[in-house]
């Protein structure tokens, strides 16, 4: 009975983990659905948006405030980061992206590497590379429940990340502007011959995937805390979510998160993987499914005309 509810302690830890991953890897695949490349800088708008979130978060708090206000400035902050890190999304389509579209398909990769750099780089010259924590907006004092712990941050990561996904697929399923993301998806010339503004629909699509690693990023910074290079692994590991799902797949890109996340939380218990070595889960249920299923959960085999 102990070790099953050990287990299930282990689960909720990783529902609450992975649900950081598929917001992140929501970016990877949406960019990878309409423009078929991996956009590597991604991982470090995560990182400016926790930056913008902290700095926003410590102006409003100020010297004191009440625990009502810590909530509302820590949701004002976060609205704040998502726009601004959409902004910058947007600015690095239009910048490092756009005029390699009919590129070989490395030099977007290589630009992407670069823009990669520029950001963490630019964040350490900045703010410097001393890690800061980000004060929680409320007592974060462990809820027991028949064993199981789980924190007011876990809930609330839960509850912002599922609630993220759930007006993106309704966004995506549902307006215009989504039927449009999709079209351009399957097919950017024809999409553009029925009257889709193709470049605006790639702008709002990174613009979407940016303003969701800012959440993911913000959500990450209260265990993780916030430094320059925070970006770097977090973004993989949300890279492998939306391999594992399906990178193109955006429910693939929930699937993923939340699969990984769990794998991740039980498997290193599970196999006695030391604490500092819990990352090689991620890249070992990577290469597993590369070898067995390489379009990943609900991705398509699709067949290249050369």
Known sequence: MATLTLYI????????????????A????????????????????????AFIGLIVYEALLGTAASPAWMIIAFFIAMIVSMVLSALLGM???????????NANRLAPLLSAIGV????????????GTQSRR???????????FLGISIT??????????????????????KTRMGKA???????????????????RVISLTFAIGSALAAVGGILAAFDFRVYPSMGTMTGLKAFVAAVIGGIGSIPGAMIGGILLGILEA??????????????????????IVLLLRPEGILGKNEREKV
């Open 9 to 24: 302690q282990y689960i909720v830890n990783g529902l609450t983990l992975g649900a950081i991953y598929s917001l992140i």
């Open 26 to 49: 929501l970016g990877y695949t949406m960019v990878y659905g309409i423009l078929k490349f991996i956009n590597f800088a991604h991982g470090d708008i995560l990182m400016v948006g």
């Open 91 to 101: 600015f690095i389509e239009r910048v490092a992206y756009k005029p390699l579209r």
């Open 116 to 127: 990669s750099f520029i950001l963490s780089n630019g964040a350490a010259w900045i703010f």
């Open 134 to 144: 980000f004060p929680y907006p409320f007592d974060n004092t462990p809820i027991t």
């Open 152 to 173: 007011p941050h876990q809930i609330l990561m839960l509850v912002v990340s599922f609630a993220m996904m759930v007006l993106l697929a309704f966004f995506v399923n």
């Open 181 to 199: 993301m999709r079209a351009t998806s399957l097919d950017q010339p024809t999409s553009a011959l029925m009257g889709i503004n193709v470049n």
């Open 266 to 287: 039980v498997g290193a218990p599970l196999l006695h993987i030391p604490n500092g070595l819990k990352d090689t889960v991620a890249f070992a249920v990577l290469i």
